[in-house]
């Protein structure tokens, strides 16, 4: 890691990423740079899981788990009864290897009970999820194409737009996350109606969150 000056950074903030950083999590080169800080995480976990129906168990697809950052988050606040019930987070993603670190990672925080792993193509695997399981939210995180997105001076969503209306096909409850450098104002152009939120680590704008369906408007953390 220390041989590596881009993903020294990233290193550098390990334990922003994850805070049992030290008991055992495991990322590979794409993880570093693309898992979602803890605090963020949580936040979309806490936003999420509260907005769902209450009084039966929830099931919440992350359809790009990577190393399982959200996925993690979003087991834990169901674990704690955040939407007044139980369920289960199905996480997916291309690499097995990447499937494998996220389950270790589970089990450093102790919900490798809580997420079924899949490994296969989302873009794929969607539209077979949501015609064999009533699913109640699709968690998007897909990659942006590494971290150059950032010499654009805006980042254009338009390749998510099919994403986004592929998930809104399993539910209308979707959350994705973006770049930070993309416009508010293209938003609703591109997605239709949805909610743009800012999402801050330490007062630096990190990323953004586009939601959608009973996920508009709800929960702050
Ligand atoms: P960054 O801009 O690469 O890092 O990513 P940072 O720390 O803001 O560096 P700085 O030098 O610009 O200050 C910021 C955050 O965006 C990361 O922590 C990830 O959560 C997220 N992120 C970055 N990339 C490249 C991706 C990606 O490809 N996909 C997804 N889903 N998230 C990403």
């Not at 509260?50 to 959200?70: M, Q, Y």
């Not at 416009?183 to 801050?200: A, D, T």
């Not at 586009?210 to 996920?215: E, K, Q, R, T």
Request: charged content about 25%; hydrophobic content about 45%; aromatic content about 10%.
């Amino acid at each position: 890691m220390a041989r590596d000056d881009a993903l020294l950074k990233y290193y550098n903030q390990r334990h922003r990423l994850f805070h049992r950083f030290a008991d055992g999590i495991v990322l590979d080169d794409e993880s570093w740079y693309s898992v979602t800080p803890e605090k963020i995480a949580r936040h979309h976990a806490e936003r999420i899981v509260s907005a769902l129906p209450r009084g039966r168990d929830s099931l919440i697809v992350d359809a790009f788990c990577g190393s399982g950052g959200n996925a993690i988050q979003f087991a834990l606040a169901l674990a704690r009864g955040s939407g007044g019930g139980g369920g289960v987070v199905i996480g997916v993603d291309w690499s097995a290897e990447r499937v494998a670190a996220a389950a270790g990672n589970a089990g450093v925080y102790d919900v490798e009970n809580g997420i079924e792993f899949l490994v296969g193509d989302s873009y794929r695997l969607l539209p077979v999820l949501g015609k064999s399981r009533v699913v109640d939210a699709v968690f998007l995180s897909p990659p942006w194409g590494g971290p150059e997105y950032v010499r654009e001076d805006e980042f254009d969503a338009e390749p998510f737009v099919a994403l986004v209306r592929l998930a809104k096909e399993v539910t209308e409850n979707v959350a994705i996350m973006l770049p930070r450098n993309l416009s508010e104002e293209s938003v609703s152009e591109l997605f239709g109606p949805c909610e743009f939120e800012r999402n801050y680590l330490g007062g630096v704008l990190k990323t953004v969150t586009l939601y959608f369906g009973c996920l508009v408007g709800l929960a702050e953390s």
